[in-house]
């Protein structure tokens, strides 16, 4: 049972890589925009104590637009800045767009739109952060890893 678990989740990396591989910084967004839509899902649950059906209004519009943001500045910045500052420029970004979506969408004070605002970037920040990591350290030359 655990050889084949081990295997399927083997088999579910290597077609994460390969997708990676063929489409390079879309692929990158895409995937980073699902991780988005589940943390943003989280931060409205509990900052703003919304119900299922505002969270999931705010957990798809603010990751897309979002999800736009990573794709340009990857696109056109990955091999411009460094890590660190793609990722800190990436986040001063995300602020931004979070603050506006919260204060629009659940009509809330500039107070809690700016916790929002704040906490989801930050973990967004690391959501990218490893994923452009994993994308840049990355040997494509290198072979896949095996089920054996």
């Not at 399927?8 to 895409?30: V, W």
């Not at 919304?50 to 519009?61: E, Q, S, T, V």
């Not at 967004?124 to 990355?138: D, I, K, M, Q, S």
Request: hydrophobic fraction near 55%; aromatic fraction near 16%; include cysteine.
């Amino acid at each position: 049972m655990t050889k084949y678990i081990v295997k399927s989740y083997l088999a579910i990396f290597n077609r994460i890589t390969i997708f990676i591989d063929n489409f390079g910084s879309l692929a990158l967004a895409i995937i980073y925009t699902i991780g988005h839509i589940g943390i943003a899902i989280l931060c409205a649950a509990f900052i703003f104590n919304a119900p299922l059906n505002l969270a999931a209004i705010d957990a798809f519009i603010e990751p897309i637009i979002n999800g736009f943001w990573f794709y340009a500045l990857h696109r056109l910045c990955k091999n411009l800045l460094g890590k660190f500052m793609l990722t800190t420029i990436y986040t001063i970004g995300h602020i931004t767009i979070a603050s506006l979506c919260g204060m629009l969408i659940f009509k809330a004070s500039i107070n809690l739109a700016a916790i929002d605002a704040f906490v989801e970037p930050i973990i967004n920040a690391f959501w990218f952060y490893a994923l452009h990591n994993f994308y840049v350290t990355r040997d494509v030359t290198t072979q896949r890893v095996t089920y054996e």
